[in-house]
C-alpha cells in the first residue's frame, strides 16, 4: 500500500517559470512532511518541511503547502533554474514513529 | 563539518555471499536509519538505531538481514547469503533527535550501491 504517492513521474518547467511538484498521503497519523531533492548516484538532500499544525513553509525560492483537509502537499520552485533539475521526493513520519514514509519521486527538468 | 558518510559506495558480490555496509552518521548525531532503494522506486524504510539499540526494525526482511549501532564505531547493515534481489541502493541517515520526538529532518549518505552477480 502507496502511503505516500507522487502521481507525476516527471515534470519539465521553462527556467525562471514556477514548479509544482505534488504529492498525496493516506496515513492520517503523518504529521511532519518533508522534500528532498536527489541527484543521480548521491543521496536524498534534505530541502524543506512542514509540521501539521502549519499550512505553509517558505525558504528562499521554495515554499511548501500543506492541505490537510484534502491529506495533499506542494513544492513550489520559484523562480525555478536549472540546477533545480534532479528527482524530487516526498516523505511523511507519523507522531508514533521516526521512520520516513517516501513517494516515488518526481523527475523535474528545467530547461532553459 | 562532515555529513553522513557510508562505505563503500559501491559494492559487487556474488550470490551467497555476505554484504557489510557501514554508516558514520553527522557529528553530534546519535539516531541512525537504514533505507533501501530499488530501481525506479523511492526509498524503503528498513530499521532505525539509537546507540546500542535497535528501536524499529519493521522494514527489516525477518531472515538474513541485521543492523547493528555500536557504543563505538559505524553502523553496520549485514546481509548474510545475499540473493540477486538484494541488488539495491542502500542508504543511510541520521539525526540529532528522533523525528516523531522533535519533527526534525534526516540527513542522508551518499548511499552503497550494492551489486549481486
Known amino acids: 500500500d502507496q502511503q505516500v504517492k507522487q502521481n507525476s513521474p516527471s515534470l519539465s518547467v521553462q527556467e525562471g517559470r514556477i514548479s509544482i511538484l505534488n504529492c498525496d498521503y493516506t496515513n492520517s497519523m503523518f504529521d511532519y512532511f518533508l522534500w528532498y531533492k536527489k541527484y543521480p548516484a548521491e543521496g536524498p538532500t534534505f530541502l524543506i518541511s512542514?509540521?501539521?499544525?502549519?499550512d505553509k513553509n517558505e525558504d528562499g525560492r521554495f515554499t511548501v503547502f500543506l492541505n490537510k483537509s484534502a491529506k495533499h502537499l506542494s513544492l513550489h520552485i520559484v523562480p525555478s533554474q536549472p540546477g533545480d533539475s534532479a528527482v524530487y521526493f516526498c516523505?511523511?513520519?507519523?507522531?508514533?514513529?521516526?521512520?520516513?514514509?517516501f513517494g516515488t519521486g518526481t523527475r523535474l527538468q528545467v530547461t532553459l | 563539518n562532515a555529513g553522513v558518510m557510508q562505505n563503500p559506495r559501491h559494492l559487487v558480490r556474488r550470490r551467497g555471499q555476505e554484504a557489510r555496509l557501514r554508516c558514520s552518521p553527522m557529528k553530534g548525531h546519535s539516531h541512525v536509519y537504514w533505507y533501501r532503494q530499488l530501481p525506479e522506486e523511492g526509498l524503503k524504510f528498513m530499521v532505525y538505531?539509537?546507540?546500542?539499540?535497535?528501536?524499529?526494525e519493521s522494514g527489516m526482511p525477518k531472515e538474513r538481514f541485521s543492523a547493528e549501532f555500536p557504543k563505538e564505531g559505524p553502523s553496520i547493515l549485514r546481509i548474510q547469503q545475499v540473493v540477486r534481489g538484494d541488488s539495491a541502493a542502500y542508504f543511510c541517515a541520521s539525526s540529532r533527535f528522533g523525528t516523531s520526538d522533535s519533527n526534525q529532518p534526516q540527513h542522508f549518505g551518499d548511499g552503497t550501491r550494492l551489486s549481486i552477480l
Open positions: 538505531l539509537q546507540k546500542e539499540n535497535i528501536i524499529d
Open positions: 512542514i509540521s501539521s499544525i502549519k
Open positions: 516523505a511523511a513520519s507519523a507522531r508514533t514513529a521516526s521512520k520516513l514514509t
